[in-house]
């Protein structure tokens, strides 16, 4: 049960940046498409709304940094598991630029059906240069593909490094040696001051 919610906590934490990218491939569709023109564009198209979003981003990739630097603190320790799997980059990448092309399409569609100004359908999504969109979600994807695997390769790779540390003994001293038995000679009892009777008057 362990195990599963620290897999979990390291899905959402690598989830955290996934925002930051698809708003990356959302503003660089209207800046290739539009140019200089790109923020009158955005507004016209009822995109306004996606500055207050900046804040809430820039918290999760704040929280997204956090907690790789807290896995690095544990796989200083020691305490990394290895992965059971792991995507190739190729694969991680392809995963990524899926992901980032479906959440534009579905951004789009949203922003068709309930922002003014905005087309409705495919026109919304692909037209008036909306096919920038999978350019641009293969080269952010591509970078997000390679902080992720970078990420969990420099977690792997100092973990390993950690365990392959011997913690060097310290030499134990010498034991003393134990002492022979003597033999002690067995004095009379007048000689000890230990005879039964004192001396004579």
Known sequence: MRADR?????????AALVPAAALLVHQLRFLLAFGSGAG??????????????????????????????????????G??????????????????????????VAQEFLEGLFA?????????IFGLGG????????CVGLVLATILHGARWVLDEVGERRRRVVPVARPRPAP???????WLPRLSPLA???SGRGPPR
């Open 6 to 14: 620290r897999w979990l906590v390291r899905s959402l934490l690598r």
């Open 40 to 77: 009158v564009e955005l507004a016209r198209q009822g995109h306004s709304y996606l500055h207050s979003l900046v804040p809430w981003i820039v918290l999760l990739i704040g929280i997204a940094v956090g907690g790789f630097l807290w896995a690095l603190g544990r796989a200083v320790r």
């Open 79 to 104: 305490q990394r598991s290895v992965p059971r799997y792991t995507l190739s980059l190729a694969g991680l990448w392809l995963v990524c630029t899926v992901s980032l092309v479906g959440i534009y």
């Open 116 to 124: 003014t100004g905005h087309p409705a359908g495919l026109a919304g």
């Open 131 to 138: 096919w920038w969109s999978i350019p641009a979600a293969v």
């Open 176 to 182: 003393l040696p134990r002492p022979r038995s003597a």
């Open 192 to 194: 000890d001051g230990s």
